[in-house]
């Protein structure tokens, strides 16, 4: 049975750095590419950023390129999203996704996890 766990969520000051977790289990953790989606209260969720099961591809949106890094540590079956100098635009519920080949589109994506609050005050 497969699980996904996001962790890492909160509330922090526009300017401020928070880093999100997705533990993984269940499935071969090095064959699947891993996405971070995110949701506004009454919005669409959108792509944030991938990253392949190789580690060669990393993408992200063009609203967090060059403040959010993916990361991912095979050992623990977990991927990461630090996320910097955030603002308050970056409120949301955000998504972790495994997928065995990941990319932009959600659809790509088998797994996902309950989703963790990120609050970006002003």
């Known amino acids: 049975q497969v699980h996904v766990v996001e962790s890492g969520g909160g509330m922090v000051q526009a300017g401020g750095s928070l880093r999100l977790s997705c533990a993984t289990s269940?499935?071969?953790?090095?064959?699947?590419?891993m996405g971070w989606f995110r949701q506004v209260g009454g919005g669409e969720r959108e792509f944030v950023a991938h990253?392949?099961?190789?580690?060669?591809?990393?993408e992200y949106s063009n609203s967090v390129q060059g403040r959010f890094t993916i990361s991912r540590d095979d050992a623990k079956s977990t991927v990461y999203l630090q996320m910097n100098n955030l603002v308050p635009e970056d409120t949301a519920i955000y998504y972790c996704?495994?997928?065995?080949?990941?990319?932009?589109?959600?659809?790509?994506?088998?797994?996902w996890g309950q989703g963790t609050q990120v609050t970006v005050s002003s």
């Open positions: 269940g499935l071969t953790f090095t064959l699947y590419a």
């Open positions: 996704a495994a997928g065995m080949y990941g990319g932009r589109e959600q659809s790509s994506y088998n797994y």
């Open positions: 990253i392949n099961w190789s580690e060669t591809v990393a």
